[in-house]
Structure formats: structure tokens, C-alpha cells
């Protein structure tokens, strides 16, 4: 089971950006990797998904905001988030997927997440 760990969240005030990281115990060359997000009484949802030929998969929440990428080299992926708002305030985890569909169901390892809090 590979281990995922996030890093990079925090606190930042509305129209702000964060950059998100996740790295893998093992290789993620061959896997899709996405991030999620739950916030507080909320179910976990589906942020963005990238495959491993690099095509990306976006909730419609995300509007431009926010952008996945990964560098196999390192395993890592990593989620920027530009103008972000009071609305994106959750947990943000990283998984590695089953396949290319962003939904938690198909998520076979998870992160422990990084908190990401936008308010001013």
C-alpha cells in the first residue's frame, strides 16, 4: 500500500493562492492521482484528477482556479489554487485511483490531508 503524504496547506485571505503538495512512498507513474477535499459536515468531493498521460479531469467548482500536476520523477503531484475563496475552506486530501474517474469510490490510498482555511 503506498503512503501519501500532503503538505502546503494553510490559511490565506480571500483572492489569495495556495500550492498543495503530495508525495507518494512508491512510484505513481502508472496511477491516476487526484485531490479531494471535505469540509466540516460535508461529504468528501472530487477537486481534480490527472492521469498518468497527463489528461486532467476538473470539478466545475474549479472554474480556472485551480490546477493539477505531477512530476513522476519525484513522486509527487501538486494542486495550485489561485483566488481562492471562504467556499474552498476544507481538508484537502490526495489519492491514488483505480482508474480516471474523480470520485472517492474509486480511490484506493489516501493521504492524512493538509487544512486549507480561506477567510479574512
Known amino acids: 500500500q503506498v503512503q501519501l503524504m500532503e503538505s502546503g496547506g494553510g490559511s490565506v485571505e480571500p483572492g489569495g493562492s495556495l500550492r498543495l503538495s503530495c508525495t507518494a512512498s512508491?512510484?505513481?507513474?502508472?496511477?491516476?492521482m487526484a485531490w479531494f477535499r471535505q469540509a466540516p459536515g460535508k461529504e468528501r468531493e472530487g477537486v481534480a484528477l490527472?492521469?498518468?498521460?497527463?489528461?486532467?479531469t476538473n470539478a466545475a467548482f474549479v472554474k480556472g482556479r485551480f490546477t493539477i500536476s505531477r512530476d513522476n520523477d519525484k513522486n509527487t503531484i501538486y494542486l495550485q489554487m489561485n483566488n481562492l475563496r471562504p467556499e474552498d475552506t476544507a481538508m484537502y486530501y490526495c489519492?491514488?485511483?483505480?482508474?480516471?474517474?474523480?470520485?472517492?469510490?474509486?480511490?484506493?490510498?489516501w493521504g492524512q490531508g493538509t487544512q486549507v482555511t480561506v477567510s479574512s
Open positions: 489519492a491514488r485511483m483505480r482508474n480516471r474517474q474523480l470520485s472517492a469510490t474509486w480511490a484506493n490510498s
Open positions: 512508491a512510484s505513481i507513474r502508472d496511477s491516476s
Open positions: 490527472i492521469a498518468p498521460d497527463g489528461i486532467k
